[in-house]
Nanobody, 115 residues
Framework: QVQLVESGGGLVQPGGSLRLSCVVSGSIFIIDSMGWYRQAPGKQRELVARITGGGSANYVDSVRGRFTISRDNAKNKGYLQMNSLNSEDTAVYFC?????????WGQGTQVTVSS
């Protein structure tokens, strides 16, 4: 059984920063790629950033230059550093991991950007 648990969400003012964390536990062999997705009210879930096992990252255009995805393979953790947040970043953020051909998801953490 594989579990992903996100943390680090919360309320932040525009221009502020947050760092999301995702810990993967359970029957893990090798975590292939990891991703962060988000879903705003009334919108579809979208990919925010993705990182391969080798550390190659890609981002959706709206966050490129502001967000940084990283991972600690030894600790089975993933991170999303979010800077210069704005109201359009308000959403539930989900961690996702590909392990041995299966996709696993966390329950999500709420990020609210508001003054």
């Amino acid at each position: 059984q594989v579990q992903l648990v996100e943390s680090g969400g919360g309320l932040v003012q525009p221009g502020g920063s947050l760092r999301l964390s995702c810990v993967v536990s359970g029957s893990i062999f090798i975590i292939d790629s990891m991703g962060w997705y988000r879903q705003a009210p009334g919108k579809q879930r979208e990919l925010v950033a993705r990182i391969t096992g080798g550390g190659s990252a890609n981002y959706v255009d709206s966050v490129r230059g502001r967000f940084t995805i990283s991972r600690d393979n030894a600790k089975n953790k993933g991170y999303l550093q979010m800077n210069s947040l704005n109201s359009e970043d308000t959403a539930v953020y989900f961690c996702q991991a590909d392990i041995r051909g299966f996709s696993y998801w966390g329950q999500g953490t709420q990020v609210t950007v508001s003054s």
